[in-house]
């Protein structure tokens, strides 16, 4: 029975170790990712890869619109529209808007609801810098880690820049210059204001709404993006 147990304890204790060393390896390989991440555009991240095999298995077209440019190429009125539409206080926090959260929360509990998606652009840069859309508490606790790092190692407009490369803008689409080439035939420095808010107002859900073919609804939230994008003010590079 000693023999057992002791056998057992080992067992554990190689376990333990080993856990640790892959946690510790995932955490170096991450960083050098984040650091490298940094510089260089990223060349692809998980999305784009999970919806390619859903097109080929399923009943979609195989589609994948990508182009990568400077946040400077991109023009301001992407990047205003995206802010108000997203995240209107990102220059002001560091990663977390914890009002927004409280208020999202709050609300959700009083009518009986789960709570609502207060994700600032930080949070959702690091969703889909690393993450599949699977939702769990381990996924949050580690996209809670790498906005952390990139908050501290990033700047504020690199952050914004590979937000604007990387999310999925339309079913196959990623980043804001596939996206306006897509949907109004231009580059994204060329966006209006009217046509820049359009493609902010299908963020939640751009597989289901379509940025040159709004609904009411895409309509109403493209108004009122375009009214106030104007008011978060001069863009800090510009």
């Not at 859903?54 to 195989?62: A, C, I, L, T």
């Not at 301001?76 to 808007?97: M, R, V, W």
């Not at 381990?138 to 952050?159: A, D, F, N, P, S």
Request: hydrophobic share 40%; glycine share 6%; aromatic share 14%.
């Amino acid at each position: 029975m000693g023999k057992t147990t002791r056998a057992l304890g080992k067992k554990l204790m190689q376990l333990k170790e080993f856990a640790i060393k892959v946690l510790l390896l995932a955490f170096q390989v991450s960083l050098f990712f984040i650091v490298i991440y940094r510089i260089i555009p990223v060349p692809i991240t998980p999305l784009p890869v999970i919806r390619l095999f859903e097109q080929v298995f399923g009943d979609d077209p195989v589609r994948l619109k990508k182009d990568w440019e400077s946040i400077e190429n991109l023009g301001s009125n992407i990047c205003l529209a995206s802010l108000t539409a997203e995240d209107p206080k990102f220059f002001q926090h560091y990663g977390f808007d914890f009002e927004q959260i409280y208020e999202s929360v709050k609300k959700s509990f009083s009518r009986g609801k789960k709570p609502r998606g207060a994700s600032t652009i930080s949070q959702q840069t690091a969703k889909n810098l690393f993450f599949t859309p699977t939702r769990s508490w381990l996924r949050k606790g580690l996209e809670v880690y790498v906005t952390v790092c990139i908050e501290v190692l990033w700047t504020k407009k690199r952050i914004l820049e590979v937000y604007l490369n990387i999310i999925e803008m339309g079913n196959g689409v990623y980043g804001a210059e596939a996206a306006s080439l897509y949907y109004f035939n231009k580059p994204a420095y060329k966006l209006s204001s009217s046509e820049a808010a359009a493609i902010a107002a299908c963020y939640p859900n751009p597989r289901r709404w379509k940025a040159n073919k709004p609904s009411k609804y895409i309509r109403r939230k493209q108004n009122l993006i375009n009214r106030y994008m104007h008011k978060i003010g001069k863009l800090p590079w510009d």
